[in-house]
């Protein structure tokens, strides 16, 4: 009886041993595809960064001069601080403005939020090349925003916006603040309906005003969703192409010029392919740090 | 529960926020039925709805919303199936190594394209890959294995454990348990990453930029093509943009519930 038993339990366990080297026989096909698509590139990335190469003629090994041309070269330099404009455009206003919103509203569930959440999600769903033809008209000479500026006598800020080398980087922040408010806002609603009505009860108990009960109750409920709404902004601040591209192509001047924007040059327009795998590595790696960081002080008490 | 006023204040609140988001896009489906190519609106009697053909024709997008289309449904297809695959074996079977390979996976949803478009672009293109369907296919695919593992492995562990055990005890084995159980049950899972999955596919932009030109152009590159020709014609301009558009959006408009709960779990999870 007892043998028989081990017996039953020894077969399981070979079972699930097998069953183990049947998963990774499943596992197989999407692993070997990613290894391929995605693995094997990112090492020949850090590879590639560190030659000199145009892509066509033999490469010569130039050590970590790529990734010192982020010091030295202006151009390359002044990349990092338009994703810092960028940033406060696609991550700290939307937020903001998501938080006053989660805020403002109160957390009873009310008919006709389905419609409002469809319209909110709206530009997460439209390809970045529309949303900057979206734009683009609207910012142009005669578009939209400089008619209703002559119509209130403001002739004097009509301008062509895109083509300017101070109000151009500005403006396609205010791109990036379009699309991802909406997100923050439908996140940061749904995140204050998970939060224990008690806790408001007991702010309400201890006197607290609107203000007081925000920042004791709603914003250290929401850590979590602003983690995610911080990563996901700043990571998509960093990576900006498509709406540059279609908008401004970098210009007037560099005045807009963003990392990718550097890379896509580097890499396929006058190739310095090392350059551009230098700068495709450290966009990840920063990527990765701002993901790791915001994680770790969100989980943090 | 809440007072009038309060329930006031709340839609005044979402209606301007909400106005700020449509207003951007009303203004440009005015300019799209604009005869003027200025793309001044113009009252409803007036609209011109030729420019959407006028667009159609003149940027050639039959072609490239068909290699748009292809490219969609191939790669949908092949995400899912490799989703499958994955999830159930990370998920149920168990995977020789899964406590290294597991997490090397999910890093891949952290690996931005810029990390790896360089040196992809010159391997393909040694491989003659680059400017072919097939090659954007490939990367596609293998660029939405994390994502489509860690999605499907969410919806096969949220599925009872008893399921599982009764169907061994009927000796089905792991693929049958999977083709004839596992996935039926994890529907709903599954046609949300078929949304998500068309989405990103279709409103790709910068892989198709680098691989695809000429006659393998994308819906979304011919538009961006398009629209640097016809900088005077605005009216055109945006009857292309909303061509482009109009695919996904038509899925959003049925699909909300699934797409936003999926870009919200999906982005909680990262």
Redesign the interface.
């Known amino acids: 009886m007892s043998t028989s038993a081990t017996k039953t339990v020894v077969r399981r366990r070979s079972l699930?041993r097998r069953?183990?080297?049947?998963?990774?026989?499943?596992?197989a096909?999407?692993?070997g595809?990613?290894a391929?698509?995605?693995?094997?590139?990112?090492a020949?990335?850090f590879?590639?960064s560190f030659f000199k190469w145009d892509?066509v003629t033999a490469s010569t090994w130039v050590g970590f001069d790529n990734y010192v041309s982020f010091v030295t070269d202006p151009v390359l330099r002044s990349t990092f601080g338009h994703v810092l404009v960028l940033i406060g455009f696609f991550a700290l206003l939307p937020i903001a403005?998501g938080l006053l919103?989660a805020a403002?509203?109160?957390r009873?569930k009310?008919p006709?939020m389905?419609v409002?959440?469809?319209?909110?999600?709206?530009?997460?769903?439209?390809?970045?090349?529309?949303i900057a033809?979206?734009?683009?008209?609207?910012y142009?000479p005669?578009g939209?925003l400089n008619q209703a500026l002559r119509a209130v006598g403001l002739d004097s800020f009509a301008k062509t916006w895109l083509g300017d080398f101070t109000w151009a980087l500005p403006a396609l922040g205010l791109i990036g603040t379009?699309v991802t408010?909406?997100?923050c806002?439908?996140?940061f609603i749904?995140g204050t309906s998970a939060i224990a009505p008690e806790l408001y009860e007991a702010a309400r108990m201890d006197g607290a005003g609107p203000v007081r009960e925000f920042f004791a109750v709603t914003l250290p409920g929401l850590r979590?969703?602003m983690a995610?709404a911080l990563?996901?902004t700043i990571?998509a601040a960093l990576?900006t192409?498509?709406l540059v591209?279609?908008t401004t192509h970098g210009g007037p001047g560099t005045s807009t010029l963003t990392?990718?924007v550097a890379?896509?040059k580097a890499?396929?327009q006058n190739p310095q392919?090392g350059l551009?795998?230098a700068?495709?590595?450290v966009?990840?790696a920063m990527?990765?740090v701002i993901?790791v960081v915001i994680t770790r002080i969100s989980e943090r008490d | 529960?809440?007072s009038k006023t309060?329930?006031v204040?709340?839609?005044v609140?979402?209606t301007f926020?909400?106005l700020?988001?449509?207003f951007?896009?009303g203004?440009?489906l005015l300019?799209a039925l604009s005869p003027d190519r200025?793309?001044k609106p113009v009252g409803v009697g007036d609209f011109a709805w030729g420019n959407f053909a006028t667009a159609w024709r003149d940027a050639d997008f039959s072609r490239a919303m068909a290699v748009s289309m292809i490219i969609a449904v191939v790669v949908v297809a092949g995400q899912v199936l490799?989703?499958l695959?994955?999830g159930?074996?990370?998920g149920?079977?168990?995977?020789?190594?899964?406590k290294v390979?597991f997490p090397?996976?999910l890093l891949?949803m952290?690996?931005?394209l810029?990390?790896?478009?360089?040196?992809?672009?010159?391997?393909f293109r040694s491989f003659g890959l680059t400017n072919t369907i097939p090659g954007i296919i490939?990367?596609h695919?293998?660029?939405g294995?994390?994502f489509?593992?860690f999605w499907m492995r969410a919806a096969f562990r949220a599925l009872p454990r008893s399921a599982f055990e009764s169907a061994e005890m009927d000796g089905a084995g792991?693929?049958r348990m999977?083709r004839s159980m596992a996935a039926p049950m994890a529907k709903p899972a599954i046609y949300t990453l078929i949304l998500l999955s068309f989405?990103w596919t279709?409103?790709d932009?910068?892989l198709s930029?680098?691989f695809l030109h000429g006659d393998n152009q994308t819906a979304?590159v011919a538009?961006?093509v398009f629209?640097g020709k016809y900088v005077t014609q605005?009216n055109l301009?945006?009857a292309g943009?909303?061509i482009?558009?109009a695919p996904?959006?038509a899925l959003?408009v049925v699909f909300?519930r699934k797409?936003?709960s999926g870009?919200?779990a999906g982005?909680?999870k990262?």
């Open positions: 699930r069953t183990r080297w049947v998963g990774l026989g499943c596992a096909l999407p692993l595809m990613y391929l698509v995605v693995l094997v590139p990112l020949q990335s590879q590639y892509g403005l919103s403002l509203l109160t009873a009310q006709g389905a409002f959440r469809w319209i909110f999600f709206l530009p997460q769903v439209m390809t970045t090349v529309v033809l979206v734009f683009k008209r609207i142009a005669d939209p379009w408010f909406g997100f806002m439908v996140l749904s979590g969703q995610v990563t996901l990571t990576r192409f498509d591209w279609i990392p990718a890379l896509y890499a396929f392919v551009a795998a700068i495709g590595v966009m990840a990527c990765l993901a | 529960m809440i309060e329930r204040v709340n839609y609140v979402l926020l909400a700020l988001v449509l951007p896009i203004s440009f300019s200025s793309g490799l989703g695959l994955g159930y074996a990370f149920v079977l168990g995977v020789v190594g899964d390979l090397i996976v891949g952290m690996i931005s810029e990390a790896i478009i360089v040196p992809l672009y010159y391997q490939l990367i695919l293998g660029m294995v994390p489509g593992v792991p693929l999977l989405m279709w409103n932009y910068f930029l680098v979304t538009l961006g629209q605005i301009m945006a943009g909303l482009v558009a996904v959006l959003y909300q797409f936003i870009m919200l982005a909680i990262e």
